[in-house]
């Protein structure tokens, strides 16, 4: 129903490789925001895509909404130690929100 | 400002015991919520709150109460501790409710056991 499917749920890379978290919906999304949570933290807010087809980027970090509105991925290049964290994808529905499972990455020096 | 704050940061509790989580925001934010996270899981909603006085459910609400008397303070109310509520309990805010998707702050958690 309000499920958002996440994979993977765990991810190791070497430092400086690329990470990438994908998010699908079996419903058509109006929104899909994306949250970090550091390990023994809270989530912290990183981006909101709303359009269909949307690419956003914030410095190592590329967000893209899919064309149909279904599903979404966060990639970032060149991994760093302080990427270390679980990564989560959250769908908005009225003033309900749904967290994906979440991928924790693993950065190893 | 201190954002989201939320008391205890740690709670131990026996089955049946209640308890009350503390939350308050400092931003003037009209929607509250209560989130648990299990190990392996995402965040699940509990209750949220769009202004004082109104308050409603989310994805697992039961075993919880909620009240909204005020615009800083959302408690959330375990009557009869269960172990299956030992959990992570985060509080969050944001500003605007229903389909604006503001942003979303959370408080550094609560970490509940019940025995």
């Known amino acids: 129903g309000q499920q958002v499917m996440q994979i993977p749920q765990y991810q190791h890379v070497q430092e400086g490789e690329d990470f990438t978290t994908y998010c699908n919906s079996s419903?058509?999304?109006?929104?899909i925001q994306w949250y970090k949570q550091r390990p023994g933290g809270h989530p912290v807010f990183l981006i909101q895509?709303?359009?269909?087809?949307e690419v956003k980027k914030q410095k190592r970090l590329t967000f893209q909404f899919g064309e149909a509105k279904k599903n979404s991925s966060l990639h970032i290049t060149a991994t760093q130690t302080t990427d270390v964290g679980t990564y989560f994808c959250?769908?908005?529905?009225?003033?309900?929100?749904?967290f994906g499972t979440g991928t924790s990455l693993t950065v190893i020096p | 400002n201190a954002g989201v704050t939320q008391t205890p940061k740690f709670q131990v509790l026996k089955t049946g015991q209640s308890m009350t989580l503390q939350c308050a925001q400092d931003?003037?934010?009209?929607?509250m919520s209560w989130y648990r996270q299990d190990p392996g899981m995402g965040l699940r909603l509990i209750h949220y709150s769009v202004g004082a006085g109104i308050t409603d459910q989310g994805e697992v609400p039961n075993g919880y109460n909620v009240s909204r008397s005020t615009t800083e303070d959302f408690p959330l109310r375990l009557l009869s501790a269960a172990p299956s509520q030992t959990s992570v309990y985060f509080c969050?805010?944001?500003?605007?409710?229903?389909?604006?998707?503001?942003?979303?702050?959370f408080g550094p958690g609560t970490r509940l056991t019940v025995l």
């Open positions: 959250v769908k908005g529905s009225g003033n309900q929100f749904y």
């Open positions: 419903t058509t999304l109006s929104n």
């Open positions: 895509l709303v359009k269909s087809g």
């Open positions: 931003m003037n934010h009209e929607y």
């Open positions: 969050a805010s944001r500003s605007g409710t229903g389909s604006s998707y503001n942003e979303q702050f």
